[in-house]
């Protein structure tokens, strides 16, 4: 199904990048999970939350157009050269008007559709913001897990910085308390802009492997939101299989 511009401006879309070729994952959208493709599943948990018309893959390769179009998703094609999700979402913005553009990662196959809800009520409260969510990490090897960024932030709920190393951390070196980031993200219009501006990660972005850190290093204030612990990211074949073993735990359910 091809998409459709609006001619009334939305107050807000939902994009969803899906590459192929990860890094860590080849092919990562379009491994199966119980018969479902992760970026299939991605899609209909958004679909509990938002109407399909509101909702875009943003894409580089035909084959992912190809089933998410099955599906019934709109698609919208992107370079295969963006350096990150959050510059996809920016072309995505050059085709599709809408004043907030809402990123769900593509490898979030049991992202919670009440966290989205909870976004988009924080949009209507800081329109002009960027707004990202976190949760709490109630165990040590999610902190210890360089997959799995993790976050800190301001009481007035502003980020101060995400790293994939173990933070906050202490002297002892002794898991008291952690966060992590929850991959939903709400970005303006205008940031989305400035963002791309940007025609090489920046320093800590590149070292870290967290695009959203290049906005703090711009000078760009991130907003952050308490998410609940239901999201799973896909980023390795073990997480690949905890999945697995997940959607059997729910099934039995």
């Given amino acids: 199904m091809p998409y459709k511009t609006k001619e009334k401006k939305n107050n807000y879309v939902v994009v969803i990048p899906a590459r192929y070729k990860s890094s860590r994952l080849k092919g990562k959208p379009l491994i199966n999970l119980k018969g479902i493709p992760i970026i299939v599943r991605t899609y ?8 399909s018309d509101l909702i875009y893959i943003a ?12 599906e019934g998703a709109n698609v919208v094609m992107t370079s295969t050269k963006c350096l990150t999700g959050t510059d996809r979402v920016f072309e995505v913005s050059k085709k ?3 004043k907030t553009y809402i990123n769900i990662q593509g490898d979030e196959p049991f992202f919670n559709p009440s966290d989205l809800k909870l976004l988009i009520n924080q949009i209507k409260k800081y329109p002009n913001e960027i707004i990202t969510g976190y949760c709490e990490i109630n165990n040590k090897k999610l902190y210890k897990n360089p997959n799995i960024p993790k976050v800190v ?7 101060l910085y995400a790293s994939r190393a173990p933070i906050p951390s202490n002297k002892k070196k002794i898991f008291q308390k952690g ?4 991959c939903a993200y709400a970005f303006p219009k205008k940031t989305l802009k400035i963002f791309s501006s940007v025609k090489k990660k920046t320093p800590l972005e590149k070292m870290e492997d967290i695009e959203y850190l290049r906005f703090l290093e711009m000078g760009i204030e991130i907003r ?8 799973l990211a896909i980023d390795t074949p073990n997480d690949v299989i905890l999945a ?10």
Avoid: G, H
């Fill in 153 to 159: 932030v301001t009481p007035n709920n502003k980020l």
């Fill in 96 to 98: 599709i008007d809408a």
């Fill in 244 to 253: 697995n073993k997940r959607i059997k735990k729910l099934e039995r359910n």
């Fill in 44 to 51: 209909r948990q958004c679909l509990k939350a938002v109407s």
């Fill in 224 to 231: 952050t939101i308490k998410m609940s612990k239901t999201s």
């Fill in 59 to 70: 894409t580089d390769s035909n084959l992912i157009k190809k089933i998410c179009e099955k």
């Fill in 179 to 182: 966060w992590r980031q929850v």
